[in-house]
């Protein structure tokens, strides 16, 4: 079965403190895999995105995750974070079949950043 | 890159009406769109594959009758909510994926519509 696991449901780190959430996955064939970004109330935003090459992937406002097929996990990194990354973070799975295959989320971890 | 706007981005309707919800793909033809639901505090689940000129194709416990989509042409699709009721409330969003990539093509989002129903 398709799926993708984050196991933190809530993370609390302190402001410029490292960070890493976690992300596995479970997927038949080559997996696209993507971490998303939602604020309260706002939609999806792409913080980055692995298809193939390079299994560390560089993202937006210092994000960064690495693609582990031996582990099925895509972890997101961020070595130090700011107030506002405080929100809520979804990992996804998606296939090669380009337009015609929705994404899988995972059911989110919500980050909260303490002074 | 691509963009996909939802419309509205919040709508409030009394029970027992119905409710349209608009995702455009603005700068390319979408075959194939998709739309969520969230509940609060919860992940996004997949409702229906909308898909341009024939049937949605609905994930399993999702009324196709009770959420109707259309897909009428390759940049809008319309998830109408019939008969709404308090439990329909929630953040519904739309995603398409760009078929002109030639070989990746990430998902992209609308802004999300926050229905409400009293």
């Known amino acids: 079965a398709q799926s993708v696991t984050q196991p933190d449901i809530h993370i609390t780190v302190s402001e410029g403190a490292s960070l890493e959430l976690r992300c596995n996955y479970s997927?038949?064939?080559?997996?696209?895999l993507f971490w998303y970004v939602q604020s309260p109330g706002q939609g999806l935003q792409l913080l980055l995105k692995?298809?193939?090459?390079?299994?560390l992937v560089q993202g937006i406002k210092g994000f960064e995750a690495e693609f582990k097929r031996s582990q099925s996990s895509f972890n997101l990194r961020k070595p130090s974070v700011h107030w506002s990354d405080a929100a809520e973070y979804f990992c996804?799975?998606?296939?090669?079949?380009?337009?015609?295959?929705?994404?899988?989320f995972g059911k989110g971890t919500t980050l909260s950043v303490s002074s | 890159g691509a963009v996909v706007s939802q419309h509205p981005s919040r709508v409030i309707c009394k029970s027992g009406t119905s409710v349209k919800i608009e995702c455009r793909s603005l700068d390319f033809q979408a075959t194939t769109m998709f739309w969520y639901r969230q509940f609060p505090k919860q992940s996004l689940m997949l409702m229906a594959t909308s898909n341009e000129g024939s049937k949605a194709t609905y994930e399993q416990g999702v009324e196709k009758d009770k959420f109707l989509i259309n897909h009428a042409s390759l940049t809008l699709s319309t998830l109408t909510v019939t008969s709404a009721h308090p439990e329909d409330s929630s953040f519904y969003i739309c995603?398409?994926?760009?078929?002109?990539?030639?070989?990746?093509?990430?998902?992209?989002f609308g802004q999300g519509t926050r229905l409400t129903v009293v």
């Open positions: 995603s398409a994926r760009d078929p002109r990539a030639a070989m990746n093509t990430e998902a992209f």
């Open positions: 692995y298809f193939s090459g390079d299994t």
């Open positions: 997927y038949g064939a080559t997996p696209y």
């Open positions: 996804a799975v998606g296939g090669s079949d380009q337009a015609g295959t929705a994404l899988i």
